[in-house]
């Protein structure tokens, strides 16, 4: 997935696109995914990285949705939970099955969840992971050694599962580019192109290479998650918005703050929120919140309370309970949480209560919402809506069972070449193989894109990250070819996004 290579197909193909896929988050990477390997020809325009917004700061979790069985959305928990299974199988190398247990605090716990968790296990059917069951208190304290022992009465425990989120959009990408692409990040698209009143195109900018384009589309799709409104302005100046979001934060603790490799799922704090402590890359994660009235930021940042908020509930069902110095790093994303335009309405076409799909007067197709679980599943649904608006010739879908591309490069180019092998810093589980691979197969152009999902870096210890950012830089500039200027400007540029915690 070499971006001068995607370049060129793009300035190389002639006459019109089956697609054209606005937005390199989960979402459009997978419309790209299923629009690809249907045989269309599909370009993809992610204005960043890919899934440097949203898709990049989840929760870790390819899930049915504990929570909304209590809301009655059993369709909802259903579909999520066949997908998990599909993932499982087809990007193995990052969507792995994790164990989790709900601590029992007050008798009645046990019976509670574990009645909720074997409808849960029942809905995933043949594509379960394992059967819910029941931890004495002994065995709870042996499963997971940090949590608070005071009124514990035991646990339940369940299966879910987990996955590195950039590592699974870089797959997703590098699966469609196989596919004929082209996927390209750092390009924005501009503007619409129209015809008779009827979108047909896009303008846009190669924000790296300063390139422009008019791309001309049978179909245009915008997934371009808590950025969908301003894609649909480009449309209609006087679209109503339809994107309210919600910030969920994570912080990042050391794997003591666990003790194994079995999550806790508190599935009700005080206000209502599920709290997750999860073990990844040796870490634990803790999070997530839930906070209105947000402004829709490429960036955003965690605020002091909700950091405040994960540490003073981690405190309550953690006996060794993390402060505010032991944090290695935090996260923040935004969720697209969808309200379907009014005057849309006879054309909006509900695809479940967590993800929307509606086209305007002028043919422009918005998929939004929705969660990385079910990310396929939309995309289907998308591709199927633009056949029939695109009037493309029919195609089945053909992800259900596709194996995608997961497995990452560093290691094998590690193997091949071993002056590569020196680690990026002590303390980050990363070499400068991985970085080499990023460069050279999978558009790494940042060094914020090298940094914080080629590799997770950012997200697993700020301060580290600094540390190694300046030979990481001058590492890609020999690969790319850059002189000092660009050194100086991508390390203010990604010192500007980190903010050590201690």
């Known amino acids: 997935m070499n971006r001068t290579d995607q370049i060129a197909r793009l300035n190389d193909h002639k006459g019109v696109w089956d697609l054209i896929v606005i937005g390199g988050g989960a979402t459009g990477l997978a ?13 993809l325009l992610e204005a960043a990285d890919f899934a440097e917004s949203t898709s990049s700061k989840s929760t870790k979790l390819i899930h049915g949705g504990v ?3 209590r809301g009655g959305e059993v369709s909802l928990v259903h579909e999520a939970l066949h997908e998990r299974g599909r ?6 190398n990052v969507v792995k099955p994790i164990p989790f247990i709900v601590p029992a605090y007050r008798w009645y716990d046990r019976i509670f969840y574990g009645t909720g968790l074997s409808l849960y296990d029942m ?21 997971t050694p940090n949590i608070n022992p005071k009124g514990l009465r035991g646990g339940t425990y369940y299966w879910d599962a987990q996955f590195d989120d950039a590592r699974l959009a870089i797959a997703m990408a590098k699966t469609a580019a196989s596919r004929g692409g082209p996927v390209l990040n750092h390009v924005k698209v501009t503007g619409l192109i129209k015809e008779n009143d009827t979108v047909r195109g896009v303008l846009a900018r190669d924000d790296l290479g300063q390139s422009e384009f008019q791309l001309r589309a049978k179909a245009v799709i915008n997934a371009t998650g808590v950025f969908t409104d301003s894609v649909r302005k480009m449309d209609d100046a006087a679209a109503p918005e339809v994107i309210t979001p919600s910030q969920g934060i994570h912080i990042v603790l050391d794997r003591k703050f666990i003790g194994s490799e079995t999550g806790i799922m508190i599935p009700e704090t005080d206000d209502g929120r599920v709290l997750f402590a999860i073990p990844w890359h040796n870490r634990v994660i803790l999070g997530t919140t839930d906070t209105p009235g947000v402004s829709v930021e490429l960036e955003p940042r965690p605020l002091k309370e909700e950091i405040d908020y994960l540490i003073n509930h981690a405190a309550r069902y953690l006996s060794e309970a993390p402060i505010h110095t032991d944090i290695k790093a935090t996260f923040a994303g935004l969720r697209p949480l969808v309200s379907p335009p009014k005057n849309e309405k006879g054309k909006t076409s509900k695809i479940s209560r967590k993800h929307s799909l509606f086209v305007s007067d002028s043919g422009l197709i918005t998929m939004t919402g929705g969660k990385w679980t079910t990310c396929r599943s939309m995309a289907e649904a998308a591709i199927d809506r633009a056949i029939d608006l695109g009037k493309l ?18 290691p094998a180019l590690a193997e091949s070449d071993p002056s590569l092998s020196e680690p990026l810093d002590e303390d980050l589980p990363y070499t400068y193989a991985d970085i080499a691979a990023a460069v050279r197969e999978e558009q790494a152009e940042t060094l914020d894109d090298a940094l914080s999902r080629r590799t997770r ?38 010192s500007s996004k980190v903010e050590p915690s201690t």
């Open 31 to 43: 419309i790209a995914l299923d629009a690809a390997t249907r045989g269309y020809q599909t370009v």
């Open 67 to 69: 929570r909304y069985l």
């Open 87 to 92: 993932l499982l199988k087809n990007a193995p």
């Open 123 to 143: 809905l995933a059917g043949k594509l379960g992971i394992g059967k819910t069951g029941h931890f004495s208190l002994k065995q709870t304290l042996e499963e």
């Open 393 to 410: 010739e029919p195609a089945r879908c053909q992800t259900y069972s596709m194996r995608l591309l997961d497995e990452a490069p560093g």
């Open 457 to 494: 870096c950012r997200l697993l210890d700020e301060i580290a990250s600094m540390r190694c950012a300046p030979k990481v830089a001058e590492f890609m500039a020999r690969e790319k070819g850059k002189d000092q200027k660009w050194i100086d400007d991508q390390l203010i540029e990604f």
